[in-house]
T-cell receptor
């Protein structure tokens, strides 16, 4: 039972480079999310998706893009990486939308990204 | 502005004692409050959920209280064990249907 799987686990990027963080879930969840977590800070929502073909911005979307072509996959793209994007990124999914009644989120193991 | 506050300083306790972690919030009308556990290098894992009309929820050695008057939730671990050492995050869903919002977490260290 894999749950939510993220790759890569670790990556170092140079300023201005681009990359894609991959995320896939095998729980047939419609709702998927990307968060970033900085030391001592709460998880900040970057983007979310309510189903294939539908995405929306979260609290901190600038510098990122997402797509949702299938129920299982929700990749996060970083364009023109900046040092401010150094962070830990978590992909997550839920059966129902959070904010609609006590639905819990299942997280991946995280991707550590350093921009130098 | 909306704010969720958890003690950023680590809580150090002796094995066998009860650990109590605090989650305070301002400018929220939460409908649900959730607690997650996060181990170093891992993603958060859901522990407990409590609704606004519930005062207390228990699961094995875990107990959560929710006081909407004080705007506070307390998370208790009784008979704590070194394996309970982790960071604990609280998260709120408000009545406006907004997305789940997380606090910064409190690190718990249980010493043998």
């Amino acid at each position: 039972n894999a749950g939510v799987t993220q790759t890569p686990k670790f990556r170092i990027l140079k300023i201005g480079q681009s990359m894609t963080l991959q995320c896939t879930q095998d729980m047939n969840h419609n709702y998927m999310y990307w968060y970033r977590q900085d030391p001592g800070m709460g998880l900040k929502l970057i983007y979310y998706s309510v189903g294939a073909g539908i995405t929306d911005k979260g609290e901190v979307p600038n510098g990122y893009n997402v797509s949702r072509s299938t129920t299982e996959d929700f990749p996060l793209r970083l364009e023109l990486a900046a040092p401010s994007q150094t962070s830990v990124y978590f992909c997550a999914s839920s059966k129902q939308m959070t904010g609609l009644g006590g639905n819990t989120i299942y997280f991946g193991e995280g991707s550590w990204l350093t921009v130098v | 502005s909306q704010k969720i506050e958890q003690n950023s300083e680590a809580l150090n306790i002796q094995e066998g004692k009860t650990a109590t972690l605090t989650c305070n919030y301002t400018n929220y009308s939460p409908a649900y409050l959730q607690w997650y556990r996060q181990d170093p290098g891992r993603g958060p894992v859901f522990l407990l959920l409590i609704r606004e009309n519930e005062k207390e929820k228990r699961k094995e050695r875990l107990k959560v209280t929710f006081d909407t008057t004080l705007k506070q939730s307390l998370f208790h671990i009784t008979a704590s064990q070194p394996a309970d050492s982790a960071t604990y995050l609280c998260a709120l869903e408000d009545n406006a249907g907004n997305m789940l919002t997380f606090g910064g977490g409190t690190r718990l260290m249980v010493k043998p």
